[in-house]
């Protein structure tokens, strides 16, 4: 195996977190950390050197010159993309993971001779680098730790105690001896939670957390104020000045901070996403490992998880293409998610079907388990 460096951030971001997962996962030798001057670095565990936002040739040349990788995973940006030709010339094989609603293809045609392999993890992302630059890309999707995001380790609740569905006041799970049936004839007549993030770093009016907050007012003013509940959750630096703190009475909304990833998919049982725009969109994907039901935009990559008549898709009112990126920005219909939230409490059985049935496919198809082979057959061609 050739030694396999990755070039990457190290923080709580979306792409810190994939190349937390890489790093876990596979056998990384070492990693050139893009230190990032508001959303911070994280120590890690392998050998590294740093770079700044905009890093330059002097600290990538420390970094190869110290680690000496073989081959290297850029994901998203080189963040300066002489980089690729600097690699090339030391005859590193050079591979790109990017990210489409940030970086257009386009930018990174010029420096296609120096760039080995293309991997895209989502079907969409794909298809845009086909169209536009044949021959380079594979698809393989993004693996999720299953062995971390999984039913099980839901129904823990920080403090220990189960986060199981209630029955007569008690916390219960399929595995008490109460059929699936009876555990969802006591969702409905108790507190029904939601669960949604706003990001990190000031995403929420991407995650669509803003229409989040105008169906949650919708459904009170149509009598759900005592039936249902939704826990928003925002970094402990946000919760203060976040736009969505809720003005006192609005109790069914509450703004949380998560410790531990996984802490964002327990005491609830829907996660709702009606993002406007994702590269990746990497939540939706751990909330189905935990077995939840999602509600997410109808638009790619959102989208392309699900099965074709899945019933939770937020249909989209329009699109707007931007100066940056190669997915649009989605608007989606806030009369149409409500509908979908109403149709998620009204029918708790199916929603317990759904949950089992996301659960299934992101174990059988998109699991570290089942992909990682695959990723390391690639990097180390």
Known sequence: MRKIGIIAYSNNSGLGVVAAAFRKHLPLDSQFVIKHPVKGTHDINIPHTFGDIEATE?????????????????????????????????????VLIPMIDSISVEKFIPYEKYIDLVINFTKVGQEIYEKHWQGKGIHIPYPIDTKYFNPDSTKESRDNKPAGFLVDGTESSPGDGHTIDELAEAIRDKEYTFLHSAGFGGAGFRKGSDIVQTVFRQLEFQGYKRKISINIYCQVGELQHNPLRSPQGEAYISLVDVPEAIDLYRGGQIYIAPSRREGLGLPVLEAMACGLPVITTDAAPMNEWFPKNYPLLVKVQCQTDLPYGDVPMYTPSAYDLMQKMEFAYKNPELMVQIGEENCSIIRDNFSWDVLRDTYLDFLDR
């Open 58 to 94: 002097a600290q990538l040349i420390e970094y190869l010159d110290t680690c000496k990788p073989e081959v290297v995973i850029i994901i998203e940006t080189p963040f300066n993309f002489d980089f690729f030709k600097i690699m090339h010339d030391r005859g590193i094989r050079v």
